[in-house]
């Protein structure tokens, strides 16, 4: 009987040896990968691309930036501008979403798409309509332009119509709305281009700039009025009440976020440490992982989980308090109005080169109007983890 078990064991490793698939996030895109024969065949396709390798070896690609570039074994075979062909269809689409918000024939005056991740799209959510007040619009469209990003925008918005979903690659934004465009008739407004490099040139000359100024001043306002509070849907409470049954959540429970997609991440070691002290002091312990955490065994004692952005802040909003990341998460996570802990790295783009204390600086979620530093401490990491660690844990809230 062992010998059979064994050979079963083995037939029903060989399909998935032969073919299998995953999706995983690489530089803030989602990527599709179709592996044959164990890796030595491979596909990854994403928005603005496909590759094909043989043992590693890209043998075909498609590269879509300013030109649609088609490489064989890595020599280009087919290059074509792309400018009137995005144009052509961020305008087809406008037309289509507009008739189907203000009916037949109604086109919007206004676009406004907010190019950046989290963090900062927070901050424009906030001030959006006002945005839309200022620039004198009477019939606005605010784009979102990843699928994924959509329970972001409801969180703020709620179900308003204007708010529609027109599939756009985050390179295309960054090659063709590097400034304001105009479609015909149609305003398109893309502040903030490079925000990253802008601020820190800024910074060189004046050393008195962050995030919240910047993007506030990109959309020609004086003031923040007053906190937009963020709002999870029946739906989203009914599945973070259903999520914590799922787990199993009895005791209060503090809420991990180890992974960041801008900044460095901190080694396993350092968040085992924080999750078994607050285990061992009569918290249940919930991490929040896309990826990681999902796949090592270092964790598998916590509760991990990874729901949508409006169903995570939902969950946040009950739990007794929040350790992340000061990444674009952090930034939301830091207006729920529970006691935040908030860790800064180094910039993971080395073109940018932020350290992690100029991070601070640029970033501090204290520079938007609505933070305290009652509610939200920030922390600068160094390589000495355990006293980082020891001041999270020891922290009087």
């Known amino acids: 009987m062992p010998v059979i078990n064994n050979v079963t064991q083995k037939m029903m490793k060989f399909p998935s040896y032969i073919f299998n698939k995953r999706k995983y996030k ?41 030109y649609r570039t088609i490489k064989l074994f890595g020599i280009p075979i087919f290059v074509k501008e792309r400018r009137s062909q995005f144009n052509k269809y961020l305008f087809d689409q406008i037309i289509e979403k507009s008739q189907k918000v203000y009916g037949k024939h109604i086109v919007a005056d206004d676009v406004f798409i907010i190019r950046h ?21 009477e019939r606005p469209l605010f ?41 015909e008739s149609i305003r398109i407004h893309a502040p903030t281009f490079q925000i990253a490099e802008s601020m820190k040139a800024k910074y060189i000359s004046t050393q008195n ?12 306002l004086e003031e923040w009025t007053n906190r937009r509070d963020p709002t999870p849907s029946a739906r989203a409470l009914n599945e973070a009440e259903s999520l914590l049954q799922i787990l199993h959540i009895k005791k ?12 460095k991440s901190l080694p396993d070691e350092f968040w085992l440490r924080i999750a078994e002290s607050l285990t061992s002091s009569g918290y249940d ?24 952005i409006d169903v995570l802040y939902a969950l946040a909003c009950k739990s007794k308090r929040i350790i992340s990341m000061a990444s674009g998460l952090g930034v939301l996570l830091s207006i729920c109005d529970v006691p935040a802990d908030l860790v800064y790295t180094d910039l993971k783009n080395k073109h940018i080169g932020y350290s992690a204390d ?18 939200v401490m920030e922390h600068v990491a160094t390589k000495n983890y355990d006293d980082l660690a020891k001041k999270i844990l020891t922290r009087n809230i």
Not at 252 to 263: D, G, H, N, T
């Open 209 to 220: 700039i962050n995030f919240a100024d910047h993007i506030l001043q990109s959309m020609h």
């Open 358 to 375: 100029f991070c601070r600086q640029i970033y501090s979620v204290h520079s938007m109007p609505w933070n305290s530093t009652k509610v």
């Open 252 to 263: 209060p429970f503090v809420l991990l976020c180890p992974e960041a997609v801008s900044i």
């Open 117 to 137: 991740n989290i963090g900062e799209t927070i901050l424009y959510l906030c001030e959006l309509l006002e945005w839309a007040k200022r620039k004198n619009s």
């Open 26 to 66: 690489k530089d803030n895109d989602i990527i599709f990968e179709r592996r044959f024969f164990g890796g030595i065949l491979k596909t990854q396709k994403r928005i603005a691309g496909f590759k094909l390798k043989l043992m590693g070896i890209p043998i075909f690609s498609c590269k879509d930036r300013e």
């Open 143 to 183: 784009i979102v332009w990843r699928e994924r990003d959509i329970p972001l925008f409801k969180l703020f918005l709620g179900d308003d119509n204007r708010v529609v979903f027109i599939e756009i690659a985050q390179s295309d934004i960054n090659c063709f709305l590097r400034q304001d465009l105009m479609l």
């Open 285 to 308: 312990v919930i991490i929040n992982s896309y990826y990681e955490a999902n796949n090592n065994s270092k964790f598998k004692t916590y509760h991990i989980c990874c729901p949508d």
